[in-house]
């Protein structure tokens, strides 16, 4: 009989419990269901109670947890966004030669170290004077030792020749000809690269080339290459206007154009052009058109002049018109 009751009254109870569900605003029914809860704790076994309490126990433990770990990833800091992983080593430059009394100029990314400027801006010039402007400050940080007829140089107030600056964009050091009518010319030991509607006037071997790149349709790039037919004599470095020059356009698909004296692409039967003298190729990556040469016996050089620009790389060897001078990457 007992029996019967209980199962009566837990029956009783979880009707009790799903009214309380559905209508919470009714006293009565509270008052029954604290009631039946009272009568039926005191029926439940002991085991139950146990294994009631461990699964509240742990219900809650696992509940508190969850919420924890919610409230902490929502105030979890935001890292802020991490550089490359493969960041260069920082470089400085040694200049050295007969052009700078044959003395090591140090440069690093904030210029030179005693430059007569005294700025620490990332730039270095080298001029023929040691003139200053209307404060007072020098135009030049280093005055070089060249030999030079003011009647035939166009020689401007700062007598700036060129510049070395260091680029906090790419972390290289770029040499910079300033606008005068001086030339450097350099020995291509690494690649070199052709910017879009800029001329760039080399000599492979003993022959004068003229290269130009132009973007076309469908934001394509062709590089337009002329060639002189004669070669220079005894390294005058003049170009003759008069020559009947032969001109070519190749595309990027075209690439690598090999350029020698047989069996290239681009030939150039010349005694002073080796068999595979160059190659251009083309870098997408970079969009860009560029020259290497493959270590031929003349070699190539390019002129430098009239705001033309060249990102320095290893060790590098150049000449300011017959006067040489080497630039030379070192780790510090």
Request: charged share 20%.
């Amino acid at each position: 009989m007992n029996t019967i009751e209980n199962s009566t009254s837990k029956n009783n109870n979880n009707t009790n419990n799903n009214n309380n569900d559905s209508n919470n605003n009714n006293n009565s029914n509270n008052k029954n269901i604290d009631s039946n809860n009272n009568n039926i704790t005191t029926n439940i076994s002991n085991e139950n109670i146990k294994n009631t309490a461990t699964n509240n126990s742990i219900t809650n433990s696992v509940t508190q947890n969850l919420k924890n770990s919610l409230i902490s990833f929502s105030n979890f800091p935001v890292s802020p966004p991490q550089e490359s992983i493969c960041i260069p080593k920082e470089l400085k430059l040694i200049i050295s030669g007969s052009l700078f009394f044959d003395k090591e100029i140090l440069i690093t990314n904030k210029g030179m170290l005693n430059g007569l400027r005294n700025k620490e801006d990332g730039q270095v010039f080298f001029g023929l004077k040691n003139t200053k402007d209307y404060t007072g400050t020098y135009y030049n940080d280093f005055i070089l030792n060249f030999q030079y007829n003011s009647n035939e140089i166009n020689d401007t107030s700062t007598s700036r020749v060129f510049d070395i600056t260091f680029s906090k964009k790419t972390r290289d050091y770029v040499f910079y000809m300033i606008h005068n009518s001086l030339i450097v010319y350099y020995t291509i030991s690494s690649t070199v690269y052709f910017e879009q509607d800029k001329d760039y006037i080399m000599l492979i071997g003993n022959v004068f080339a003229t290269f130009l790149v132009k973007k076309v349709e469908n934001n394509k790039k062709v590089i337009h290459i002329e060639i002189e037919n004669d070669e220079i004599n005894n390294n005058s470095f003049v170009q003759n206007n008069n020559n009947i020059n032969e001109t070519y356009t190749f595309e990027e698909k075209d690439c690598p154009i090999t350029i020698g004296r047989i069996d290239c692409k681009l030939i150039i039967n010349k005694p002073s052009i080796s068999k595979n003298h160059a190659v251009i190729e083309f870098s997408k990556n970079l969009n860009k058109f560029y020259y290497k040469d493959l270590k031929s016996t003349n070699g190539s050089i390019l002129l430098l002049k009239d705001d033309d620009t060249l990102i320095i790389k290893g060790e590098m060897n150049f000449k300011l018109e017959n006067v040489p001078f080497k630039i030379k990457e070192i780790p510090y």
